[in-house]
């Protein structure tokens, strides 16, 4: 189980597509993150939120346009992805000076 | 955020300690040694931290050597879920909640039946 929920756990969509992906925690934490997993790889951060501010930006193309609505929400909104899109996307939140936590992430396919 | 360097793999019998070395030279006075472990298809998941001082949880321990240049997470008895590939990553304590994350290549534990 953990405290930090992803939706969906899998998508397929199109490089024509627009989709979404959704993360949710109800910790209390001000901090929330997204990062990128290619198979056999570590993760790799992509954008960090602080307090529903934009505060880290590690030059992701714009074709990911993450959005963070309030303290408990945070989308990542996808547009014309392209196969080598296709990962593991892991949401992540923190507050103070606890740990980061997961979700288990969600799968996606670029077809 | 200083590099950590990790085995590829390592291979642990059922029932025994696991211990998974890592190398961080370049560490900072102001940062800790994390250690996550992922399970396969499942997000990394937070095993245990410190800064200078030996620390056990009821998951692991962490022993970090005098000078912090290294560190080795022990399990004290592998089980078969205790498979997956473990990061140790070194973060630095800044005040605020955006603290990176940068995980390393990680090592590869496999606990054998």
């Known amino acids: 189980d953990t405290e930090v929920t992803q939706t969906p756990k899998h998508l397929v969509m199109g490089m024509t597509n627009k989709k979404s992906l959704k993360c949710e925690q109800h910790m209390g934490h001000r901090a929330m993150y997204w990062y990128k997993q290619k198979a056999k790889k570590p993760p790799e951060l992509m954008f960090v939120y602080s307090y529903e501010k934009l505060s880290i930006n590690e030059s992701v193309p714009s074709r990911f346009s993450p959005e963070c609505p309030n303290s408990s929400l945070l989308n990542l909104h996808l547009h014309a992805l392209q196969p080598e899109d296709s990962a593991l996307y892991l949401c992540?939140?923190?507050?103070?000076?606890?740990?980061?936590?997961f979700g288990n992430g969600t799968r996606l396919t670029v077809t | 955020d200083a590099k950590t360097t990790q085995p590829t793999s390592m291979d642990c019998a059922e029932g025994r300690a696991a211990n998974l070395p890592c190398n961080h030279s370049t560490i900072s006075g102001n940062e800790y040694v994390y250690w996550y472990r992922q399970i396969h298809s499942q997000g990394p998941q937070y095993i245990i931290h410190g800064l200078k001082n030996n620390e056990t949880n009821e998951m692991a321990s962490l022993i970090i050597t005098e000078d912090r240049k290294s560190s080795t997470l022990i399990l004290p008895h592998a089980t078969l879920r205790d498979t997956a590939v473990y990061y140790c990553i070194v973060r630095p304590s800044l005040s605020g909640s955006a603290r990176q994350l940068t995980f390393g290549s990680g090592t590869q534990l496999t606990v054998l039946p």
């Open positions: 992540a939140s923190t507050q103070g000076s606890s740990p980061l936590h």
